[in-house]
């Protein structure tokens, strides 16, 4: 807890949570117009619709996200030159769990934003029945494990590289390939990282070409692409730890 609140200290003028509440406007306004003229079938389907909707945005956000905010608590780091410092007070794999545990909370923070304003603009909308409780748990389960899995990779990009375009091109081009990919076979989707949105949906889209009308409907829950995800996890976070630990202060 003391390296974690030490990591808070270090940051609280870097305004790591602008980059958050960044995310979140742009990702409101973009529903707030899309849910303009919902008619009583939109309605009758609107709490899947944001279930479809936000991991899309999600794919091509969060993982730009990720890479700033592992950028901006590792980059201090670099340009202080304190890791030698820093190693003299507390061990390395100590500094890297609180650094991923102050990133943690920030992804997480945005995830239960999202949840707030889907039930929100849900009610105020008017969308059928109650909010789907058990597929909004599975959302904030599955979409912070993605977050947090990227966010790891970004960090340990961001502790071994001095230069933090290296990582921040990573998470830009991970935002990208996220999004392309989830035009492929959902078979592919599992062989990047950041398709782990699209994997773990719970809900997908039948577009009628003939009447152009869109109906969602819910899927089975993915369990076997979230084990997947969470050895992942585990072995980053490992290997990241190793060569965290190896690198010349």
């Given at each position: ?45 609107g709490w899947m619709y944001f279930l479809y909707q936000f991991p899309l945005l999600n794919s091509i956000m969060m993982p730009v ?45 945005a995830v239960v934003l999202q949840l707030v304003f889907m039930v929100a603009v849900g009610y105020a909308t008017g969308f059928d ?37 290296a990582p921040l091109s990573v998470g830009l081009i991970g935002g990208f390939a996220g999004l392309f990919i989830l035009f492929f ?65």
């Amino acid at each position: 807890m003391k390296a974690l609140a030490m990591e808070f200290q270090k940051i609280r003028r870097r305004r790591v949570w602008l980059i958050v509440a960044a995310l979140i406007f742009v990702q409101i306004l973009w529903s707030l117009w899309d849910i303009q003229g919902m008619d009583a079938h939109d309605l009758s389907q609107g709490w899947m619709y944001f279930l479809y909707q936000f991991p899309l945005l999600n794919s091509i956000m969060m993982p730009v996200v990720a890479a700033v905010v592992a950028s901006r608590l590792c980059d201090i780091e670099h340009k202080g030159q304190t890791f030698k410092l820093l190693n003299t007070v507390m061990p390395a794999q100590r500094l890297f769990a609180a650094k991923f545990l102050c990133g943690a909370l920030y992804m997480l923070t945005a995830v239960v934003l999202q949840l707030v304003f889907m039930v929100a603009v849900g009610y105020a909308t008017g969308f059928d029945g109650n909010p789907p409780s058990d597929k909004l748990l599975y959302y904030l389960l599955f979409t912070t494990a993605v977050n947090l899995t990227i966010l790891l990779l970004q960090q340990m990009l961001s502790l071994l590289f001095a230069n933090q375009m290296a990582p921040l091109s990573v998470g830009l081009i991970g935002g990208f390939a996220g999004l392309f990919i989830l035009f492929f076979p959902q078979s592919l989707e599992r062989f990047l990282l950041w398709g782990y949105y699209g994997v773990l949906m719970s809900v997908r889209m039948d577009w009628d070409k003939t009447t152009r009308i869109v109906d969602f409907y819910y899927v089975s829950i993915d369990w076997p692409g979230f084990i997947t995800l969470a050895v992942a996890f585990c072995a980053i976070y490992m290997i990241g730890r190793t060569l965290f630990m190896r690198k010349e202060m």
